[in-house]
């Protein structure tokens, strides 16, 4: 059976320096994947590019946030209940596979095991009713009286527990933006796809919090106009971003301004145009925080449509449940024009009441009633994990006093761009990989975007002579004192060496030769169209900026 661009390109990933499997001398384990050194430059140049589009161009704030998560923010976000897959085992083989893999719906499912009609994909043997597992890695915190706790499965809840203070820090306005690039962890069930689905992966995400009534953008204006392919699971159109939000196709300004943003950000970074479009998420797909989501999907030749990046509208679900659970004040402020004095009936509850009746849930309840609007004085009544329960006039006081309002208080809606940084590095390689014969041989070439490529220019002397070598050497240090990533090769022949740049992406090559020594000038070869043209040695730095920016 011939290789297809997936085996051809993860043999020249792993040849390469590019991606390696995990712990490969004791028999590696699905789902975990090394980058080498040029998949870590390669992935950091991407990190990097994201970087510049969220903070540059979008004025977002940068935080760094742990990886282990306690179990009281995973509970509030609803992650302990929600971060589930429906798994299914064999009898015999006792491999476990994930339902949707399978076929779509649990009933269809469990009628399809029924009959027998579905079997293992490895030894075709009976398959176990469907039963919903939790994704998340546990662990400890401490011993003895330890925490629970996980591996993020997102790093997104540890901006939101920040919330509170990057709103102060950026002076209680909104909107503003707050981005982290990490690690995020799911213990998934099949892992079977290469880089395209890990148990430990990378992650850049952006929080935007808006006030939720003004969901617009104040750069929208600028790209109403550009035109996105848009697929609703029905048929794929083109349209203008300003017709799309006035259509109600895409919910909100916000949420079409960072379906543009993550656009021009995968066509900079070297995504197929033709390869790529966005897909709006049905309503039973949708995740438990969601309120509309579009994803950004990658075509792929063995895999099909990949879901790289998710743009959500997470509404208030995650600041109201932090509220909530925390009893943290994460509320913004709609200022008024001028400051106002207003009556304000308060609930004071009272502890030495509400202690003894209602134990482990009295602080829940004290919470829940320091926040609420007084509407009727005859009956409060407060819910908790779905229930209903009456307060009696014993455990609090009610009083009524006048205060100074500069403005109303409000939760924040939030607009979620979530970039799989390990998906887009896989579809960037295999949109960019060409191969094609020369001189009766394989060649295989890399066109990767020379803002990403992780060697920018290949150094090379003509010949391994010792005048050349020395002048080659110094443009090497030269390029990488201003910046510039290089890789100096002086081994076989010219041809060898041009090949060997080829395959890694590196998109120019100098070449020292005699003439250099002679008038101070070298050849800079160009990897995608392969012409070469003569420059002066003190160019070189301006010259490569220049190819490198556009």
């Known amino acids: 059976m011939p290789l297809d661009i997936y085996d051809k390109l993860m043999m020249l990933a792993k040849r390469r320096g590019f991606i390696y ?38 004025n977002c704030l940068e935080i760094s946030t742990p990886t282990v998560t306690l179990f009281e923010v995973l509970k509030a976000s609803g992650h302990v209940e929600e971060f589930t897959d429906l798994t299914v085992d064999c009898k015999k083989c006792k491999q476990s596979f994930k339902v949707e893999e399978i076929i779509e719906e649990k009933d269809s499912i469990e009628n399809a095991i029924d009959k027998d009609n579905i079997k293992c994909p490895n030894c075709r043997s009976k398959l176990i009713n469907p039963y919903p597992v939790n994704l998340m890695f546990s662990t400890k915190i401490g011993f003895g009286k330890s925490r629970d706790a996980f591996l993020r499965p997102e790093t997104a809840q540890g901006i939101f527990t920040d919330f509170h203070l990057l709103y102060r820090y950026n002076r209680e306005k909104l909107p503003f933006g707050v981005i982290q690039i990490g690690k995020g962890y799911r213990n998934e069930v099949s892992p079977r796809q290469g880089t395209i689905r890990l148990r430990e992966f990378s992650m850049a995400e952006a929080e935007i919090f808006f006030d939720p009534k003004d969901k617009n953008h104040q750069n929208f204006n600028r790209v109403k106009n550009k035109e996105l392919y848009l697929y609703d699971n029905k ?25 543009h943003l993550t656009h021009d950000f995968l066509i900079a970074a070297g995504v197929d145009q033709k390869k790529f479009r966005f897909r709006k998420h049905a309503k039973n797909e949708l995740a438990h925080y969601a309120e509309e989501c ?45 400051p106002r004095i207003v009556k304000n009936k308060k609930i004071i509850p009272k502890m ?123 443009i090497d240090i030269s390029l990488r004192n201003s910046g510039i990533e290089t890789y100096y090769d002086e081994g076989g022949t010219i041809g060898r060496r041009y090949a060997r740049m080829d395959e890694i992406g590196t998109p120019f090559c100098i070449t020292v030769d005699h003439d250099s020594l002679e008038d101070d000038s070298i050849t800079i070869r160009d990897r995608d169209t392969t012409n070469q043209v003569r420059i002066k040695i003190n160019d070189i730095i301006n010259d490569i900026l220049n190819r490198i920016s556009s």
């Open 294 to 338: 579009w994803d950004a999907e990658l075509y792929s030749e063995r895999f099909g449509w990949i879901e790289c990046v998710g743009i959500a509208d997470r509404s208030a679900y995650d600041l109201k449940s932090h509220i909530k659970n925390s009893g943290t004040d994460m509320y913004a402020t709609r200022k008024y024009d001028k």
């Open 352 to 474: 030495d009441e509400l202690g003894p009746l209602f134990k482990k849930k009295a602080g829940e309840i004290k919470i829940i009633l320091e926040n609420m609007e007084v509407k009727k004085l005859d009956k409060i009544s407060v819910k908790i994990d779905g229930k209903t329960i009456e307060i009696p006039k014993t455990c609090y006081n009610i009083i009524e006093k006048k205060e100074k309002q500069i403005g109303e208080k409000f939760i924040p809606h939030v607009i979620e761009p979530s970039y799989g940084i390990d998906r887009i590095l896989y579809c960037i390689l295999e949109h960019n990989f060409i191969e094609t014969i020369k001189k009766d041989e394989n060649y295989r070439i890399l066109k990767l975007n020379p803002i990403i490529s992780p060697i920018k220019v290949g150094v090379l002397p003509l010949i391994n002579d010792y005048k050349l070598s020395k002048i080659a050497k110094e």
């Open 21 to 58: 499997p995990s712990f490969e001398i004791y028999g590696g384990s699905a789902g975990f994947y090394d980058y080498g050194p040029l998949g870590s430059r390669l992935k950091q140049n991407i990190e990097n590019l994201w970087r510049k589009f969220y903070i540059l161009k979008d």
């Open 235 to 259: 048929k794929e159109k083109k349209y203008s971003l300003e017709k799309a939000v006035n259509d109600k196709i895409i919910n909100n300004q916000a949420l079409a301004y960072y379906m």
